[in-house]
């Protein structure tokens, strides 16, 4: 079985500053880890993932994430925040066998202040 | 290509009374799983459906039902509303099962039972 942990339900930040969304999972096999965006009212929509190779992996709008094995971690950072960041962030994991659904924490809720 | 439609927006039904919500999967995609979603949490896995067969179940009772179409499109029926259902319902398609390929999600149907 799989588990996600999302430490902070909520991260107010005020622009421009440094942000981390930290983020532990539990699992007896391999799995591959994803990082979702959720702005209010809509769905979920895919920021980045780590499937294999490097550890660090990055977004087209800046972020950036890093596997973490002997951690179980995928940390989410960003240097420098925008208003238009606000929004819901869940981590998850897909395991690499049975119905390869996702496991979803419970979100962090990014709140960035002018 | 469009992406993945979800119908309606918004729902609200009593308590033991049924729904039906409808999902269009992504152009090209044969695989859709749903996700429910309630006030403050991460999506919780409910099944996935693979070439109009059911491949993977959550932890939800029987009165949690699906289907899916020919043209891949697919239904999540629920029986005997509880005031627990009440949450957003979020549809992913995906092409194939294989565990590295992305789930595109849709914006979710709102479901309140009163």
């Known amino acids: 079985a799989q588990s996600v942990t999302q430490l902070d339900s909520q991260v107010p930040v005020f622009e421009e500053a440094p942000v981390e969304l930290r983020c532990n999972y539990s699992?007896?096999?391999?799995?591959?880890l994803f990082w979702y965006v959720q702005y209010p009212n809509q769905g979920l929509q895919l920021l980045l993932k780590y499937l294999s190779g490097s550890t660090l992996v990055e977004s087209i709008n800046g972020f950036e994430a890093e596997f973490n094995k002997s951690q179980t971690s995928f940390h989410l950072r960003k240097p420098s925040v925008h208003i238009s960041d606000t929004a819901e962030y869940f981590c998850a994991v897909r395991s690499l066998s049975g119905t390869y659904k996702y496991i979803f924490g419970t979100g962090t809720r990014l709140k960035v202040l002018a | 290509e469009t992406g993945v439609t979800q119908s309606p927006t918004h729902l609200i039904k009593t308590r033991g009374q049924q729904v039906t919500l409808r999902c269009s999967s992504q152009?090209?995609?044969?695989?859709v799983s749903w996700y429910q979603q309630a006030l403050g949490q991460g999506p919780q896995f409910i099944f996935q459906?693979?070439?109009?067969?059911?491949?993977g179940r959550g932890n939800f009772p029987p009165r949690f039902s699906g289907l899916q179409f020919p043209n891949y499109s697919s239904e999540l029926n629920v029986n005997a509303l509880e005031l627990d259902d009440s949450a957003l319902y979020l549809c992913?398609?995906?092409?194939?099962?294989?565990?590295?390929?992305?789930?595109?999600f849709g914006q979710g149907t709102r479901l309140t039972v009163v």
């Open positions: 152009s090209g995609h044969n695989t």
């Open positions: 992913a398609s995906s092409s194939g099962t294989a565990v590295n390929t992305e789930a595109f």
């Open positions: 459906y693979y070439r109009e067969e059911e491949n």
């Open positions: 699992s007896s096999v391999s799995v591959y």
